[in-house]
Structures are given as C-alpha cells and as structure tokens.
C-alpha cells in the first residue's frame, strides 16, 4: 500500500514536471524563435512545434533538462518591461502583465522558490489589480488568498480597518478585511502588482501584525525606486523584494 502510494506521488510530480516544461516552453516562444530555443535545448523544431502545440509531453528526464537549459536563456525581468508602456502623462499600464497566466504562473514560481525554507500559510494583497498575481502565487504555495478592499464586503459583520495618506495626493483611504481572514497562527505573504510609495503595502503589513500573525515576505512585481521598502518596515526581519525596478522620475 505505502509502495502504491509513494507511487503515485512520484507519477504526480513528474507529472508535473512534464506540464511546467510545457508551459515554460510556450513562454519562451512568446520571446524567442523556435530556432533560438532549438539552439538552447538541443531539441529539433518540428518536437519543439509539438510540444508547444500540447501535441505530446516530454519525458520526464527531458522536461528537467528543458527547465534546466531553457531558465538560463530566459530574462524575466525583460520580459516583463516588454510588456508594460506609459501614457502620455506617465502612467503605468501593465494589463499585458496582470493577462498573461503563463507569466503570473512563472512569477509564483520563483516566489515560491525565492521563499524556500519560509513558511507560507496565506497571501494577502488589495483589490483589484493586486488578484491576478496574488492568485498564482496562493495557488504555487497552496494557500488560500485574501485581499483588502476600500469598501466594507456587504455580509461580512467584523473588519480589521487600516486607514493610510496617500502623500501625494493628500487624501485618506481606508482598507477592509474580514477579521477572522488572518489567524495568529498564520504566516503572511504580502503582495501587489505595483508599488510606488509603500503606504498601501504598509497598511497591509500594519493588518497582519494587528492580527498578530507572522509576515512570510512582501513581493511586489513592479516597483518604481527603492524608497518604498523604507516606508514599509524599517527593522523587517523578512524578504522584502521586486522583480521589475523603474527609475524614479526627478
């Protein structure tokens, strides 16, 4: 029985091995050409074409050597940038980011092996944009999401509410979260898709040392400089990081 078992898990994750090479390779095709990624894998175009296509799946020995050959020609951070553009006043537009699964899907796993040896129980971001990402993060680690909102959830009875100033803009804004979302017992991964000043992130951080609970980590995908981790918590004892850094504009 326990041989029968231990079976099945190991099918499982090969299994898993062989549909992350997929999609890994359906990523890269997005940034590179079937010849270039022939010429990284060793693989002819024609399997490649099958492959991506879902066709058939790799071995399993091939899909370790396809992670493996495929992650040292890729540049995340690249990718990303390519997909972002600015308005005419400036603004940032990641739609192109927060819509590409096959992205978010590899972000979560490098989250999840930036975090390795932490415990993670939960995700907590903010409503809206901050979903997307929080949602492949929670389903990489396994965890459940939670995300703030800045109106009160009708049926919900208690809230934990942290209010915060927006500096540049002079205004107030106040978060909601179910009081019974955190446990003091949980582990707290905080995530957005952006971050400029750190006020919102930090009146995140502020909701899960209310709840008593520990902070995991604090990942933002795309920050703009680096003042934004001062203003979350100067003595944080946890990974505070981003994988895309803009310049600050003067």
Known sequence: MEMTRMSEETRYEYLKRQIRAVEFLRLTKSVKSYQEMMKLTG??????????KGHILPSPERATSILDKLE???????????????????????????????LLRYVADHVVQRLAGRRVSKVLTVAVDGIPLAVHIASAFSVPILYAKKDKEIGVSNFIEETYTVSKAGIQVSLYLPKDGIEKRDSVLITD??????????????????????????????????????????????????????????
């Open 43 to 52: 693989i002819p175009i024609t399997v490649l074409n099958r492959y991506v």
């Open 72 to 102: 040292k020609g890729y540049d995340v951070t690249s990718h990303i940038m390519d997909k972002i553009s600015f308005d005419k006043g400036g603004f940032l537009d990641n739609t192109k980011v927060l819509g590409d699964t096959l």
């Open 193 to 250: 898709d952006v971050v400029r000043s750190g006020e919102q992130l930090k009146a995140l951080v502020n909701m899960v040392k209310r709840s008593k609970a520990e902070i995991a980590g604090v990942f933002v995908l795309i920050a703009v400089g680096e003042k934004w981790k001062k203003e979350i918590d100067d003595s944080a004892n946890y990974p505070v990081y981003s994988i895309v850094t803009l310049p600050e504009k003067e």
